[in-house]
């Protein structure tokens, strides 16, 4: 399940930096949540650190991405893979 950035949102820089996949990022008026770098933080902390620290309570599950939690491990999997530096030859 990936989570979303509802339009309550203000703007206040909290959830990007605790963010351990970069999936948070400005969009045109509020933060957004790339779905496909969204692991609720699984492979990282128990739980979602967004919305741990979010004052407004803006970030639910995002219904348009509904994930068990193999699958957002099978997420992390993957991205840490991607991001593992290459080997230099």
């Known amino acids: 399940m990936a989570l979303l950035i509802t339009d309550e949102c203000i703007n206040c820089d909290v959830c990007e930096p605790e963010c351990p996949n970069d999936a948070i990022y400005m969009g045109p008026d509020i933060y957004e ?3 496909n770098k969204c692991t609720e933080c699984v ?10 620290v979010c004052p407004v309570n803006c970030i639910p599950v995002n219904p348009d991405f509904v994930e068990n939690n ?3 491990w ?12 290459t080997p230099v030859a």
């Open 33 to 35: 949540i790339d779905p």
């Open 43 to 52: 492979g990282h902390f128990d739980e979602p650190q967004c919305v741990q």
């Open 70 to 72: 193999e699958r957002l």
């Open 74 to 85: 099978q997420k992390y999997r993957r991205l840490q893979a991607q991001s593992a530096p």
